[in-house]
Each structure stands twice: as structure tokens, then as C-alpha cells.
């Protein structure tokens, strides 16, 4: 897959959402890329997250997205892996419904340079969800790319 779809939009539009975000799970081998959020942020100051960012209203998802990676990480998307897109909704800082489309991208061969949005990078595996700050919507995409990459660990239970 080279896009995101636009019925991904037209179908959140007819559920009532007003805001569109778009966000990666950057991965390289075993393990993805969360960014930790500047603690000055208004809007959930110092957690992790993946690279992610608003859609604005003359724009395609998939040139949001692009955007939005080359201003936080400092490359665009490439490729978008098949068969892996994620979704949650919120409530926005300014009070709309808000609806995520989360892909995968592999990291190739280009370096993260991050924004001034972000204060830190890091690689985590599976293993190390637990140790993250990020909201629990952003562990549920992580641990679905896990899931289906069949990186999770298993537990007794």
C-alpha cells in the first residue's frame, strides 16, 4: 500500500468525527520508535508516542502523514506496509471528536532527526511496553503491530 484511503475519512465523517490525526509505528527489525513529547506541550506534555500529527482540511491523509513524519522525524513515509492500519478516537484538547489512522512504515536505511516537538527517541521492543508513558491507546496500535508481526511475548495465564 502506497496511501491511506479516503473512505477512511468519509466513513469516520458519517460517525461524527470532526479531527483527523495520522500517526507511524517506525520500525526497524524487532522494535518500533516512540518520541516523547516536549514537557512545555500543552496537550499530554511529556509522553511517548508515535510520530503523529493533525490533518488539515485541504489534505490527503497520506500527505498528512508525510508531513507530519518529515517535521517530527525528518523523512517521509516511503512505503506503508500492507495489511496494518489502527485506528482510536479522543477527545482533543479543543474539544472534538478525534479520530487517529495509525500505519506501520520500516525505518530503511534513513536516521530519525527529531523536532523541537520532541525531547526523545527510542527503539523498544515488545518486551518493553510496559516501561512506556504512553497513553493506552497508543500501547493497544503498539501492541497490535506486536501482534501481528508475532513479536509479543507470551504469558502464562
Not at 42 to 69: H, Q, Y
Not at 89 to 111: C, K, M, N, W
Not at 126 to 148: V, Y
Amino acid at each position: 500500500m502506497s496511501s491511506l484511503p479516503e473512505s477512511l475519512r468519509s466513513t469516520a465523517i458519517a460517525e461524527g468525527i470532526e479531527k483527523f490525526v495520522v500517526g507511524a509505528i517506525v520500525h526497524r527489525r524487532s522494535k518500533v520508535l516512540v518520541v516523547t513529547r516536549s514537557p512545555n506541550d500543552e496537550f499530554l506534555p511529556g509522553i511517548e508516542e508515535v510520530p503523529s500529527g493533525g490533518v488539515e482540511a485541504d489534505e490527503s491523509l497520506t500527505a498528512a502523514l508525510d508531513r507530519e513524519l518529515l517535521e517530527e522525524v525528518g523523512f517521509e513515509a516511503e512505503t506503508i506496509d500492507d495489511g496494518f492500519i489502527e485506528y482510536f478516537d479522543y477527545i482533543s484538547a479543543s474539544g472534538r471528536h478525534t479520530r487517529q489512522f495509525t500505519v506501520a512504515i520500516p525505518l530503511g536505511e534513513r536516521s530519525v532527526r527529531l523536532s523541537e516537538e520532541h525531547v526523545n527517541a527510542r527503539w523498544i521492543t515488545a518486551e518493553e511496553l510496559g516501561d512506556t508513558r504512553c497513553t493506552p491507546e497508543t500501547l493497544g496500535m503498539l501492541e497490535a503491530w506486536f501482534r501481528k508481526n508475532a513479536l509479543m511475548p507470551h504469558t502464562e495465564g
